[in-house]
């Protein structure tokens, strides 16, 4: 998460913009991700 930002063990955001940044890296999309929970359980 340091990759957000030096504040990420504190500042809520910043923890947000991290896994923003990861859904969309990794999925394409919070909502792809969210479809792949729902389709398998797991991340």
Do not use: C, E, R, V
């Amino acid at each position: 998460m340091a990759s957000a930002g030096s504040d990420w063990q504190t500042n809520p955001a910043t923890q947000i913009k991290w896994a923003l940044s990861y859904m969309n890296a990794t999925y394409g999309s919070p909502n792809q991700a969210w479809a792949f929970w729902q389709t398998h359980n797991a991340y």
